[in-house]
């Protein structure tokens, strides 16, 4: 089974919280999964980085602040790979690049067109977990390139379905989806099952659980997606052709 996890900055924000996905993913590994982790940047790492930007140059270019806002899930990357290795576990982290992601090379806002995707399968081969860092790839002419807001569940949808995994799941800070912001209204309906076209429609009205452009690649290529909390251990929404 080929299983595609995605954790969310809340979900990585310290050490701990980054052990306790580390935990959760071996734990699968171990079982027999292999496993493709996509990371986003921590915390408030990436309003951190727009910040110290525009504090040097607050009209500095899109490439140039692609290549700069990139670093952010590198980090994680690399802490997520260390942490499963710290458990015992191998594990690899690759930039988006490094895994293979093509875009149409629109810096800030690139769209996946392809995946090169021998490396990945090279390394789960080698009975290694791949830590993929989210939100980027590599333009027609060999630049990095983002992939705008929500970058990274686009990359572990992408991946889903161009290595035809089994499970897609997108670890956040609440247990699946409701039909309100269950932090606002305590009274909120978590969704056990929801359709794409329903899940879009929330997302037009505010929900910001996931984003718009990976609900829409997850229905064109018929990937089901799990949204589960990082913390509880609760069922989750499922998001597919469920209507």
């Not at 701990?16 to 493709?36: C, D």
């Not at 247990?175 to 899940?199: C, E, L, Q």
């Amino acid at each position: 089974m080929l299983i595609v996890q995605k954790y969310g900055g809340s979900s990585l924000a310290d050490s701990g919280r980054i052990l306790s996905a580390a935990r959760r993913i071996t734990r699968l590994a171990q079982q027999g999964a292999q496993m493709v982790v996509v990371v986003s940047a921590q915390g408030d790492t990436t309003d951190d980085l727009i910040a110290a930007a525009g504090q040097i140059n607050p009209r500095g270019s899109a490439r140039e602040m692609d290549a700069y806002m990139a670093a952010g899930e590198q980090l994680s990357a690399g802490l997520m790979a260390m942490a499963i290795g710290a458990l015992g576990y191998p594990a690899v982290s690759l930039t988006g690049w490094q895994a293979g992601l093509h875009t149409d090379g629109v810096h800030g806002n690139a769209e996946i067109q392809w995946l090169e995707d021998s490396r990945i399968r090279q390394e789960l081969e080698q009975g290694r977990v791949v830590v993929v860092a989210g939100f980027q790839g590599i333009g027609p002419n060999g630049d990095i390139t983002t992939l705008g807001r929500g970058g990274s569940d686009t990359t572990a949808v992408a991946l889903a379905a161009f290595l035809q995994a089994d499970m897609c799941q997108i670890f956040t800070d609440v247990d699946g989806v409701y039909d309100r912001d269950p932090r606002r209204y305590p009274g909120a309906t978590r969704f056990g099952r929801i359709s794409y076209d329903r899940m879009l429609r929330l997302i037009e009205n505010g929900a910001q659980v996931l984003h718009d452009r990976s609900v829409e690649l997850a229905k064109r290529h018929g990937i089901c997606l799990e949204v589960l909390s990082a913390f509880t251990g609760a069922p989750g929404t499922l998001v597919g052709p469920l209507e």
